[in-house]
């Protein structure tokens, strides 16, 4: 069976620290792109950040460039979000995927997703 499984969500302070990891089971992290969406309350799921696997080129939204970095470890068939200087606007359900279109947007049908873990910033 084929499973993403999230975790490193929590509550941070604003211009905190997290780190998210994403283990895949039940196969590899080898598809085209891989990478991270969020969606906040109200608002629709969003593109954060993404790496082709194929040459290890990355992509990140604007709001998170300089404070996020995605990264991947192949021994352990695990892919990383290291979030720094975290704002309270980074608070959102943050789902790691597979199959990945342009700008880490989903692609309906091929798309694969974690079920999510929760990032809060707040004081």
């Known amino acids: 069976q084929r499973q993403l499984v999230e975790s490193g969500g929590g509550l941070v302070q604003p211009g905190g620290s997290l780190r998210l990891s994403c283990a895949s089971s039940g196969f590899t992290l080898d598809d085209y792109v891989i990478g991270w969406l969020r969606q906040a309350p109200g608002k629709e799921r969003e593109g954060v950040s993404c790496?082709?696997?194929?040459?290890?080129?990355?992509y990140y939204a604007d709001s998170v460039k300089g404070r996020f970095t995605i990264s991947r470890d192949n021994a352990k068939n695990t892919m990383y979000l290291e979030m720094n200087s975290l704002k309270p606007e980074d608070t959102a359900v943050y789902y790691c995927?597979?199959?990945?279109?342009?700008?880490?947007?989903?692609?309906?049908?091929?798309?694969?997703w974690g079920q999510g873990t929760q990032v809060t910033v707040s004081s």
């Open positions: 995927a597979t199959g990945l279109g342009v700008q880490c947007r989903s692609v309906p049908g091929i798309t694969g």
């Open positions: 790496i082709r696997v194929s040459d290890g080129r990355t």
